[in-house]
């Protein structure tokens, strides 16, 4: 037997040819089609049978008028009435906390801080804070602000 080559074109995949998924889709969409069609027919004929006249009336619970009105007033009423009641009660109610112990508390706390701060709080008039112990230089001072002079005998700290 001889060697060969086989330079036929290669066999055509028959599921790119049928493409059965759009056939699917065109079926689905025309029956679709045929059942609005089907419906239509109906409506016509229905409208020929009687005379021409069309049935414009709507059932639909959102179109008709509301039959219990009143009922749904009262109710609406009697809810505004109780929402002023209870508005009222909150107004006349007398607060349950006492803003006035809670400056002097405040006062007391911002003492006890004093007496245990390692630096003073900064003042109304100076808003920079001091230091108790002039060693530390890491309790009030920014990595960006200015060092204050080297004493001699010291190393610098950055």
């Not at 009030?140 to 005998?153: A, C």
Request: glycine fraction near 2%; aromatic fraction near 6%.
């Amino acid at each position: 037997m001889k060697s060969s080559i086989d330079n036929k074109c290669p066999r055509g995949a028959s599921h790119l040819k049928t493409k059965a998924k759009k056939n699917a889709l065109m079926e689905e969409r025309f029956a679709q089609i045929e059942t609005e069609n089907r419906i239509l027919l109906e409506k016509m004929s229905h409208i020929m049978r009687f005379k021409g006249s069309i049935d414009c009336t709507n059932d639909i619970a959102k179109y008709s008028k509301p039959k219990n009105k009143e009922r749904q007033k009262r109710e609406l009423q009697r809810i505004e009435k109780e929402n002023r009641q209870i508005l009222k009660r909150i107004q006349a109610a007398r607060p349950t906390y006492n803003h006035k112990k809670w400056q002097e508390e405040a006062k007391e706390h911002a003492r006890i801080l004093s007496n245990i701060c390692e630096f003073k709080q900064p003042t109304k008039k100076d808003d920079k804070p001091t230091v108790f112990d002039e060693d530390s230089l890491f309790g009030y001072l920014d990595l960006y602000d200015n060092v204050p002079s080297e004493r001699e005998g010291e190393t610098p700290l950055f």
